[in-house]
């Protein structure tokens, strides 16, 4: 069975950088696209950047935090990362990764809290 361990979030000031993690255990995690998801309190959960399967030459960003995050994966480690820059209080939420079509069960994310 498929899990999904998300990690690296946190309280930062706006204007600040974090570097999410996304460990994919009991799959064959290169021949999935992937992707990272948020969930803010009161709304439902959205695709913020995707990455190609195999080497992940191909990204796709939501306009909020296009030119601001950077996804990446290391198939070797079995890991997604999402390194998010210049950070603002509306990206406020819980951050989960899946493949691009949610095919296996969610992780428990991991809350990033940006304070202005």
């Known amino acids: 069975q498929v899990q999904l361990v998300e990690s690296g979030g946190g309280l930062v000031q706006a204007g600040g950088s974090l570097r999410l993690s996304c460990t994919v255990s009991?799959?064959?995690?290169?021949?999935?696209?992937m992707a990272w998801y948020r969930q803010a309190p009161g709304k439902g959960r959205d695709s913020v950047a995707r990455?190609?399967?195999?080497?992940?030459?191909?990204?796709i960003y939501a306009d909020s935090v296009a030119g601001r995050f950077t996804i990446s994966r290391d198939n070797a480690e079995n890991t997604v990362y999402l390194q998010m820059n210049s950070l603002k209080p509306e990206d406020t939420a819980v951050y989960y990764c899946?493949?691009?079509?949610?095919?296996?069960?969610w992780g428990q994310g991991t809350q990033v809290t940006v304070s202005s």
């Open positions: 990455i190609a399967d195999g080497t992940g030459g191909s990204t």
């Open positions: 009991g799959s064959v995690f290169s021949t999935f696209p």
């Open positions: 899946n493949t691009i079509s949610s095919a296996w069960n």
